[in-house]
């Protein structure tokens, strides 16, 4: 029983952490056009060719 009190706190640290990193993603931008890129690959460039 005395491991909990190191790992309730230990799972509500990581957690928080997990958040946080989640809502600076948001807040960066990461999640703004998630289907530019897998839709991009899709289309040639003109502009490789020589």
């Not at 029983?1 to 990193?21: D, K, S």
């Not at 999640?31 to 003109?46: N, Q, T």
Request: no cysteine; proline share 6%; glycine share 12%.
């Amino acid at each position: 029983m005395n491991i909990l009190l190191l790992l309730i706190p230990a799972a509500l640290v990581l957690g928080g952490l997990g958040l946080a990193g989640f809502i600076w993603a948001l807040k960066s931008g990461q999640f703004d056009d998630p289907d530019g890129a897998a839709a991009r690959i899709l289309f040639d460039d003109e502009d490789d060719e020589p």
